[in-house]
């Protein structure tokens, strides 16, 4: 199905995206909600029916704020034993729903809040629709005193293959759980359910930014021709 759409910005295409998730939002239902300049789209439009919702499960400092800021109640994770819909954007997705995340360090509480939810609606523009994941470097959150082991264990599957903490502000970046980031650069991510895998095993994982266990059942992809509904 294809929503008309004219010659739009990037910035216009979220905004097109992050409302047309609208539909999906179950009334009287708390909705979960990711994170990123695609999801701050969508928090703005869920402002618009607030009051149809009771509120919604966050999946970062970031959103939690923006909800709140909007007059959106945010409830805990423990506070929930399911949601119908979790929202939220992607770095890269397949033909197959499966996708990268992490891209704004959030990668851990996306996967717990996806866990939850009956069904993953990601929200994307069309540059983010892949082939095969890997192009964007990989975002995996790791305990501190394992990074280096870890990168290794990644620099070990491929030439080329690097893995790097990524900086802020000239130090580590400590995400919303205290831990770091390692951008895996050079992966060619053929096989995602076995690589989530694999990597979920090493000591000292988080969490890894291959969301093929939780991957979308709906893509709600913004392009020049307008929004683009691929199920999956
Ligand atoms: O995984 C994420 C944050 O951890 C985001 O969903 C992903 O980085 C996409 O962000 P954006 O909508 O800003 O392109």
Redesign the pocket.
């Known amino acids: 199905m294809t929503t008309s759409a004219a010659s739009l910005s990037q910035d216009e295409l ?1 905004t097109l995206v992050g409302q047309a998730a609208l539909k999906y939002v179950v009334a009287g239902e708390i909705v979960g909600v ?6 701050n789209k969508f928090i703005d439009a869920l402002a618009t029916i607030k009051d149809q919702i009771p509120g919604a499960v966050s999946s ?1 400092v970031a959103s939690t704020e923006r909800l709140k800021a909007l007059g959106i109640k945010v409830f805990d994770a423990n506070e929930v034993q399911r949601l119908a819909v979790y929202i ?4 890269e997705i397949d033909g197959q729903g499966y996708m990268v ?7 851990t509480r ?1 996967k717990i809040v996806a866990a939850l939810a009956d069904r993953f609606v990601c929200i ?1 523009d069309e540059s ?1 629709l892949v082939e095969m994941l890997g192009n964007f470097p990989l ?1 995996v959150e790791v305990i501190p005193m394992a990074a280096g082991q870890i990168a290794r264990r990644f620099e070990a599957m491929g030439d080329g293959v690097t893995a790097q903490i990524r900086q802020k502000d000239g130090a580590p970046l400590v995400t919303d759980n205290g831990q770091h980031i390692l951008d895996v650069r050079g992966l060619k991510i053929a096989e995602p359910l076995a690589f989530e895998s694999e990597v979920n095993q090493w000591p000292g994982v988080v969490t890894v ?1 291959v969301f093929a266990h939780q991957k979308a059942a709906v893509c709600l992809l913004g392009t020049a021709q307008g929004v683009q509904t691929l199920e999956y």
């Open positions: 979220k990711g994170t990123g300049s695609t999801v970062s939220d954007g992607a770095d995340k992490g891209g704004g360090a959030a990668l996306e994307a983010k975002p930014g």
